[in-house]
């Protein structure tokens, strides 16, 4: 089991920059695959980001490829989500997951066991 705690969200511009972390617990963080998804009012949960086991493999939703860069650490149980060139409806509660394996795709939401609390991302016009 491993324990997932997102810091970072907050306030910013359109056109801003926001850097979200999620920090897990345990000595087997490495054995998971890692996403962010976020889900905004009424909305449900999607997809964002997702990074492999050693950090070399990246996935990103359409609406956020080339804006958002997701990275980890397995030294520090923490991956990050960079995320520039905000825009309104980039808003939502930012969850990060832990997936002990991928039966179908990276954005296949039952393989993520683990999940944050969630860090709300607001961004002003």
């Known amino acids: 089991q491993v324990l997932l705690v997102e810091s970072g969200g907050g306030l910013v511009q359109t056109g801003g920059s926001l850097r979200l972390a999620c920090a897990g617990s345990?000595?087997?963080?490495?054995?998971?695959?890692m996403g962010w998804f976020r889900q905004g009012p009424g909305k449900e949960r999607d997809f964002v980001a997702a990074?492999?086991?050693?950090?070399?493999?990246?996935w990103y939703s359409d609406s956020v490829k080339g804006r958002f860069t997701i990275g980890r650490d397995n030294a520090k149980n923490t991956m990050y989500l960079q995320m520039s060139s905000l825009k309104p409806e980039d808003a939502a509660v930012y969850y990060c997951?832990?997936?002990?394996?991928?039966?179908?795709?990276?954005?296949?939401?039952?393989?993520?066991?683990?999940w944050g609390q969630g860090t709300q991302v607001t961004v002003s016009t």
């Open positions: 990074i492999n086991r050693s950090g070399d493999m990246t």
């Open positions: 345990g000595r087997i963080f490495d054995t998971y695959i």
């Open positions: 997951a832990a997936a002990p394996r991928v039966t179908r795709s990276v954005d296949f939401i039952a393989d993520y066991d683990f």
